[in-house]
C-alpha cells in the first residue's frame, strides 16, 4: 500500500506544530470498554516533553464502571492501594492526524507499570500485544479486520440524554440494506466519516445501507492484528466525535432496538508467514483448499468460543442480539459462505480468511482479537480438527451447540476456564470476570422501562 494520509512521525509532528497546523496532541489509552481515556497536551509541550517521558493517569481507570465510579474488589488497583499511577507510553507508530478535530494530533499509548516500567497485564493493549507475541514465536503474524455496525439517528447525543434514550428519529425509515437512495441520506454523515478516516491514518474501503433502519456499515482497509485494533479504535471515536459535531448521534449498541437488527462486528482473521497468508493450501476441508494450520487455527477458535464468549460480547445488552434469523449466529458452527454460521470461510487462495460473526459492535476490539488469536494459537499447537462443515440453516440445527445465552452464563464458563488462565493468566483471568460480574450486577438491580410497561398496572 502507499503511505498512508495523515500518519506522522515525530519530525512531521514538529514541522506542522511549527507551522501552525497542530496546536494539539490526544494522548489516550483503552479502557476494558474500549473507551479512550487520557489528556489534551499543549502541542508545543508534547514535543518538548510528552514524546520522550509520556504522562501518567490514575490507575483507577482500570477499575471503573461506565459511570466512572471506581468498584470494589479489584486486586490491581483499589482504595487500600491508595490508587496511584500507571505510565502512559506513546506508541509513535500509531501517531497521526485527527482530521475531525481542528488543528489536533493523537496517538494511542501502551500502559506501564510505574515501579518495574512493565505492561500492565490487565490493560487491552496489553493482552492484545501477548496474544501477537505468543504467535510471533512460531514465526506467524495475524492478519485482521473487524467490520463494524452502527445506526444513526437524527437526535443530537444531548437531546437522546433529554428523551431518555427513547423516540429516536432514525435516518432511514424503512430497511436500507445495500440501498443506494437511503445511503444517500446519511451521506452527510458517512461521507465526513470516510473522509475524516482516510485522513488520519485509516484507509476506508467502502460503506453500505444495513438492514436496520438508519443502520450503517463502514469498512476499513485490514492490517496486522494491533493495527486493525487501533484503527478500529479510532473508527469509533471518529464517528462519535463526527456525529457530535453535525448534531446527530451514533451508537455501536449490540441490540439498540427489540424490533431491530443488531450491530455486529464481523472479525475476519488470517495467518501470515513471511509476507504470506499460510491458510491456503493443497488439503481439502468441504469445499476448501487449505493448509493444516487454516485446519487447525478454525477447530481452536471454535473449541474454546463458548468459554471466551465475554471478550466477544461484554455487555448485558450483547446477548440480545443472538435471535434466529436476525443475521447474528445463536450456533457454534463452520461453514463455506454461509451467514447463518458463526465461522463463515470465505476468500480462496491469498483471500483465504476466517469471519467469526459472533462478537458485536459493543466489543472491545483488543480483547476480542486477543480471544481470536490465543484459541486460533491453541488450536495450531494441539492440531485441532474443526467439526464436519455445516451445510444449510444453522439456526434450524437444534444439535449443534448454541452461543451462551447471558453475560452471567458466559462469565462464569470464563472464570472456570482453565484454556483461559492458560492462555492469558490467572491475573487476568480474575480482573476480568471481576468486571463482567459487576456489570452483570449493575444490570440486576436496573428497574427497566420493560418492567414498568409490564407490571405498573396490571401486575
Not at 469445499?287 to 487447525?296: G, Q
Request: charged share 25%; glycine share 8%.
Amino acid at each position: 500500500m502507499s503511505t498512508l494520509r495523515g500518519m506522522l512521525t515525530p519530525k512531521d509532528l514538529e514541522t506542522r506544530v511549527k507551522a501552525g497546523d497542530i496546536e494539539t496532541v490526544v494522548v489516550v489509552f483503552t479502557d476494558h470498554y474500549g473507551r479512550f481515556m487520557g489528556k489534551r497536551f499543549d502541542a508545543d509541550f508534547f514535543l518538548e516533553d510528552g514524546l520522550e517521558h509520556g504522562t501518567h493517569a490514575c490507575d483507577y481507570l482500570l477499575t471503573v464502571d461506565m459511570e466512572m465510579n471506581p468498584v470494589a474488589g479489584y486486586r490491581f488497583a483499589n482504595w487500600e492501594r491508595g490508587y496511584g499511577d500507571f505510565h502512559l507510553v506513546p506508541d509513535l507508530d500509531t501517531l497521526r492526524v485527527a482530521s475531525w478535530l481542528p488543528k489536533t494530533a493523537i496517538v494511542l499509548c501502551d500502559l506501564h507499570d510505574v515501579a518495574t516500567d512493565k505492561r500492565v497485564t490487565v490493560a487491552p493493549r496489553s493482552i492484545l500485544r501477548a496474544q501477537i507475541e505468543r504467535l510471533g514465536a512460531l514465526g506467524f503474524t495475524a492478519q485482521a479486520a473487524s467490520e463494524l455496525e452502527y445506526y444513526l439517528f437524527r437526535d443530537s447525543y444531548r437531546d437522546a440524554a433529554r428523551k431518555g434514550w427513547r423516540d429516536l428519529e432514525p435516518f432511514g425509515w424503512y430497511l436500507e440494506d445495500y440501498h443506494a437512495l437511503q445511503g444517500t441520506r446519511q451521506e452527510p454523515f458517512t461521507a465526513a466519516a470516510r473522509r475524516h478516516l482516510r485522513d488520519s491514518g485509516v484507509p476506508v474501503e467502502n460503506s453500505k445501507g444495513e438492514w436496520g433502519l438508519g443502520q450503517h456499515e463502514l469498512n476499513v482497509r485490514y492490517a496486522e492484528a494491533l493495527v486493525m485494533a487501533d484503527r478500529h479504535s479510532i473508527y469509533k471515536q471518529c464517528l462519535k466525535e463526527v456525529a457530535e459535531s453535525q448534531g446527530v448521534s451514533v451508537t455501536f449498541m449490540a441490540k439498540p432496538a427489540a424490533d431491530q437488527a443488531g450491530s455486529s462486528c464481523h472479525l475476519h482473521m488470517s495467518v501470515w508467514k513471511k509476507d504470506k497468508n499460510v491458510f491456503p493450501g493443497t488439503k481439502k476441508l468441504g469445499p476448501i483448499a487449505c493448509s493444516d494450520t487454516f485446519r487447525w487455527f478454525l477447530g481452536g477458535w471454535m473449541a474454546h468460543a463458548g468459554e471466551m464468549m465475554p471478550f466477544y460480547a461484554p455487555t448485558v445488552n450483547s446477548y440480545k442480539r443472538y435471535q434466529s434469523g436476525s443475521w447474528a449466529p445463536t450456533r457454534i458452527a463452520w461453514s463455506h459462505d454461509n451467514r447463518t454460521a458463526g465461522f463463515r470461510v470465505v476468500g480462496s487462495g491469498q483471500s483465504l480468511r476466517i469471519e467469526c460473526r459472533i462478537p458485536g459492535a459493543d466489543c472491545n476490539v483488543y480483547l476480542a482479537f486477543a480471544a481470536a488469536i490465543a484459541s486460533g494459537l491453541d488450536g495450531i499447537q494441539n492440531e485441532t480438527e474443526p467439526p464436519p462443515m455445516f451445510t444449510g440453516d444453522v439456526y434450524a440445527a437444534k444439535e449443534l451447540p448454541e452461543v451462551p445465552k447471558t453475560l452471567r452464563v458466559a462469565t462464569d464458563s470464563f472464570a472456570k476456564s482453565k484454556f483461559a488462565r492458560a492462555a492469558f493468566g490467572a491475573d487476568v483471568v480474575e480482573h476480568y470476570v471481576h468486571f463482567f460480574r459487576d456489570e452483570q450486577a449493575q444490570y440486576d438491580k436496573a428497574v427497566t422501562d420493560w418492567e414498568r410497561q409490564r407490571y405498573f398496572e396490571r401486575i
